[in-house]
């Protein structure tokens, strides 16, 4: 078997209205998709998490090098691009675009195998796993607290045991509307909360000190992803499980994170961290637990 073509599709659609985490506004929702065909008719298609623009023009400047190969030897084919791109990108959208492509390599393997890929990985690990809503986005509307746990109560009537908030705005408004949202759901719903790394380390730890007593499942993102050391200081002050990890690539990258024990949670993205060699759920190294996530309004919204 060999690969005939590798095309990519942009893909955008406006949203109903806009929606706001801390890193700013979005009003559309874009992605990303790799096409690889072959000459035995199977076709495997990935997705780059980032700017879709950027990540695909990274694909089609890759696609040649895969014309012709077997798409089965997915780990050479890995390594060939990364090692021909090391010297300009070790993480970023040259990453984002090789995760792409070696999704679609894998989704052609378990065709071509006649096999769930999650068996060509190794086996399932469990039967069972608790999804979570993360929505709870700020919109342009005047009272966050009363949209905010009002939509929280509305995923707990779906059904959902977990969700996560999105924070970011200021430590006060952030504690006043993590509070109203814990009253909302009550006791027994887990709630996570994102700040998209928008505090730096003295504020992240400010204001989980303020909302420790509401039982919070985990802290994601306190800080800016290139301060390991803003990490392991928020990791030491709080109780709060400590998350982090999509804006991170690669083993290589993931492994600095473990060996500084700057994390509690791992969160890679398989559609951003490089592909197969990250799992794409969200694992919990402490508790050994994982949630996935749910309900997401606008998942690789950059373009």
Not at 215 to 239: C, H, N, Q, T
Request: charged share 20%; net charge neutral; proline share 4%.
């Amino acid at each position: 078997m060999k690969i005939m073509a590798v095309r990519t599709h942009i893909l955008q659609a406006e949203l109903s209205e806009a929606l706001a985490c801390s890193r700013g506004w979005y009003d559309a929702r874009t992605a990303m998709l790799v096409e690889v065909q072959t000459d035995q008719g199977v076709v495997g298609w990935g997705e780059c998490y980032g700017p879709a623009r950027v990540t695909a023009a990274v694909v089609d400047c890759v696609a040649p090098w895969l014309i012709g190969e077997n798409p089965v030897r997915t780990d050479y084919l890995w390594r060939m691009i990364y090692a021909r791109l090391r010297d300009h990108g070790q993480k970023g959208v040259v990453i984002q675009a090789l995760g792409g492509i070696d999704i679609a390599l894998w989704d052609i393997k378990g065709k071509y195998f006649d096999a769930p890929v999650h068996q060509l990985l190794g086996g399932a690990q469990r039967t069972q796993i608790t999804a979570y809503a993360t929505g709870l986005y700020r919109r342009r509307a005047a009272d966050p607290i009363h949209y905010l746990a009002e939509e929280a109560s509305g995923y707990v009537a779906e059904g959902f045991a977990a969700l996560k908030l999105r924070v970011g705005f200021g430590v006060q408004e952030d504690a006043a509307v993590t509070r109203a949202v814990r009253e909302a759901i009550g006791p027994t719903v887990a709630i996570m909360i994102d700040a998209n790394h928008a505090y730096d380390s003295i504020a992240a730890i400010r204001l989980g000190r303020m909302i420790e007593q509401h039982d919070i499942g985990w802290f994601e993102e306190p800080v800016p992803p290139e301060d390991i050391a803003g990490y392991r200081a928020v990791k030491s002050a709080l109780s709060i499980p400590i998350a982090g990890g999509e804006c991170e690539f690669t083993r290589f990258g993931f492994r600095e994170l473990f060996v500084t024990h700057a994390l509690d949670i791992a969160q890679p993205d398989t559609c951003a961290a490089g592909g197969h060699l990250h799992r794409f759920a969200e694992f919990d190294f402490r508790l050994g637990r994982r949630f996935l996530r749910a309900n997401s309004l606008i998942r690789g919204q950059n373009s």
